[in-house]
DNA sequence: AATTATTTTTAGTTTTGTCTAAATTTATTT
DNA sequence: AAATAAATTTAGACAAAACTAAAAATAATT
């Protein structure tokens, strides 16, 4: 396996994340997601593209290709290994994780990051409730709902949380849901989309719509 | 304090380094120590110049400002914090350590450094035996000798190692010798500056001169 | 279908850090 | 004190990665 420098890296993991919800990934997204110019996202997937690592025509948008995928899944371990590392053993909270990894996941000495895992007891997860690709690049598909589309009456465990601010960790906090916490449904408004929701035997209570709609969970 | 490039925190390293003996550093000696070029190093004293991390007036050398010290302490610490991360928890031999930190190191964020330390429980010294500056820029001064110049039949204790190869560590495990073992000379050999030495109450044993040269111990 | 708007690409700069080759300065010999 | 050698700097080139402004292609409207 090739290395590649920081900026490619960057953009390849960009791609990755984008194609998840899109089918193809125009040049004005990777832009956007960068805080780069359309400008400089054309010149790097003229590269990516002569490197094999992703398809592109120009004007027709991009798809990694399967050694892209590769790349990008290499890249996705490390930074979710270190979000990991710095979660559980340094105590960092839950939003300020990701400014650190995304430096660390460049860090490409395989003996590093598979003795990280190692030390780290083989997480599954990182602290977002995000899947962690193992050594071979192979990730857990797991079919999460948005809390949105959960059904009353179903119990379910929250999986992952969508925006990764320090706001929205606040109220979680203060709501006391987090990765793992298993919730129901008792009651949807439909005046304004909040919703009445139980963590176990506790008295239930309401979130707004604007909270449901980052929470995603896993049931049956 | 400003941020640097990993480019200016490397020369500004390899300064720091080549100063503790030397009371002015040249260009040919910082181009050999990162395995640059001449004209290079010109160009990047300069810049460091520029930004008053170190004194330089042209064909003269270079010395380090204080301010280029304290960025330069910054840098060792960040280093060595690593390569003792690297070594009591990811298990990593001796003479791997130093790669990876090369790398490490240039990771800035301060909360990140200062709850690594926390983790690791404030270790003072790295994996080689080098003082680790504290969060100040505070670094112990240890009075380490090289092992050829320490009288006979005196004990000290093994300080650091400069040569810092699996090749060295090869034969230092094969004598039973690391950081912290207490030793003494016995008997110096004149014809090939041989050194008889004893650690505890075992037998006495041999080394060779070259790899007496990099051994430093502290003594009293 | 023609016009307008949006997206994407191209062309040309800029900054950072590196290099080679030539010029200059300093150090060492004769 | 010249002459020669070594070290250092300058000049000019190059690659990577970013940018702006203009051109070209595609998409959306009228
Ligand atoms: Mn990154
Ligand atoms: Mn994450
Ligand atoms: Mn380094
Ligand atoms: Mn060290």
């Given at each position: 396996m090739l290395n590649y420098s920081t900026s490619e890296e960057n953009y390849i993991k960009a791609v990755y994340h984008l194609q998840l919800t899109d089918d193809s990934v125009t040049t004005n997204e990777v832009a956007g997601y960068l805080k780069t110019k359309p400008a400089s996202v054309t010149d790097m997937m003229k590269k990516l593209k002569a490197k094999k690592l992703l398809n592109y025509e120009r004007y027709r948008g991009f798809r990694l290709t399967a050694e892209g995928t590769k790349v990008a899944l290499g890249i996705i371990r490390r930074h979710r290994l270190w979000e990991y590392f710095l979660a559980e053993?340094?105590?960092?909270?839950w939003d300020e994780v990701h400014e650190v990894a995304e430096e660390l996941e460049h860090i490409t000495n395989k003996k590093l990051v598979d003795k990280l895992d190692e030390f780290l007891g083989y997480?599954?997860?990182?602290?977002?409730?995000d899947p962690i690709p193992d050594a071979n690049g192979k990730i857990e598909v797991t079919r999460k709902i948005c809390l949105t589309e959960l059904p009353v009456n179903k119990t379910a465990t929250v999986n992952s949380v969508s925006d990764q601010s320090s706001k929205i960790l606040e109220l979680l906090e203060h709501k006391k849901i987090s990765i793992g916490t298993r919730l129901e449904i008792k009651k949807r408004f439909e005046f304004d989309k909040s919703l009445e929701i139980r963590i176990g035997r506790q008295p239930a209570f309401t979130i707004s719509s604007q909270l449901a709609e980052n929470i995603f969970v896993t049931h049956e």
């Open positions: 053993k340094l105590r960092f909270n997480p599954r997860t990182d602290p977002h409730g």
